[in-house]
């Protein structure tokens, strides 16, 4: 799932393409992914772009005449950049808003159809779509720790609730928790000063980092291959390689399509935490510690 750093990334490029040029229209492949009906699609084209925003993990793009284009992408949705009339692809592409120079095509891996395309009317429509988290790059520690105490979640689920915080995913999540050495499963009213202080300054520097070093990677290009899988990342999507930091195997809880990467060493203790699936197969077999997994 494109996450904050994505995002951001995907809208300073579309700024710098497509700011303060004309949508000539918006072509859809798919008519589910136009989510609203009011106002009607042919009244933004001819449209000026006049800036992009980020409401959390959703891009918008501001059109002259008050108007707003909602993209949320999703699992699955990407952005493409294609020269001006590209056909939308067949069987993943969505939609498609032509420019006289570009086109910017909205497609979607696999078959569950998520993504989606909201045109609102004015800031009272745009916020309705703004879920309430903080922003993870302008919040105190304060706000913070109001915001993930508020509820008695995990700590992972917590994160990634976008009533909660904005903007981050399950891929930054587990790099936050463990820059932090904080337990992914910990209980939020269970945190305490100290807890909350590493958080807030991980999630600043994790985010911060990795909007850099996407934006590097891309250049003047467009980001096309968005990914919540980086080989320099320090636990996500890495089970059984060394932690980069003490070394341990990093270990990972599996549910339903989704998982948390951690390392035992850094945030737990050396505790390897109980996987619903796993640890009921091997039963008296499955490792708790560090030391019984070796």
């Not at 891009?59 to 056909?87: N, Q, S, W």
């Not at 993943?92 to 993504?115: M, N, Q, S, W, Y």
């Not at 689920?157 to 995913?169: F, K, Q």
Request: glycine residues 8%; contains cysteine; charged residues 25%.
């Amino acid at each position: 799932m494109p996450e904050l750093p994505d995002v951001v990334v995907y809208l300073e490029r579309l700024q710098a393409l497509i700011g303060g040029r004309h949508l000539l229209r918006v072509r859809l492949a798919s008519p589910w992914v136009l989510r609203t009906v009011e106002p009607a699609i042919t009244a933004i084209e001819g449209k000026r772009v006049v800036g992009t925003r980020r409401i959390g993990k959703r891009l918008v793009l501001e059109l002259e005449g008050d108007l707003f284009v909602i993209i949320h992408l999703m699992v699955a949705g990407r952005l493409r950049m294609r020269p001006a009339g590209a056909a939308i692809p067949a069987k993943r592409g969505l939609a498609a808003l032509d420019f006289p120079h570009v086109t910017i095509l909205l497609t979607e891996e696999g078959t569950k159809k998520r993504a989606s395309i909201h045109l609102v009317r004015g800031v009272a429509g745009l916020a309705a779509h703004d879920r309430g988290g903080c922003e993870p790059l302008t919040m105190t520690v304060a706000q913070l720790g109001e915001a993930l105490r508020r509820e008695r979640h995990t700590l992972k689920r917590a994160l990634t609730d976008a009533r909660l915080v904005a903007g981050i995913g399950g891929a930054y999540a587990d790099e936050i928790m463990h820059r932090a050495r904080v337990s992914p499963v910990v209980r939020t009213d269970r945190l305490d000063d100290d807890d909350i202080a590493r958080l807030h300054a991980a999630t600043r520097a994790v985010l911060t980092e990795w909007t850099d070093r996407l934006r590097s990677e891309v250049g003047d290009g467009f980001p096309e291959k968005v990914t919540a899988f980086h080989e320099a990342m320090a636990v996500h999507g890495r089970f059984g390689r060394p932690c980069p930091v003490c070394g341990a195997p990093v270990q990972r809880i599996v549910y339903a399509t989704n998982e948390t990467n951690y390392c035992p060493g850094c945030q737990t203790g050396g505790k390897i935490l109980a996987d619903r699936a796993l640890s009921r197969l091997l039963k008296e077999d499955f490792p708790r510690t560090l030391d019984e997994l070796e």
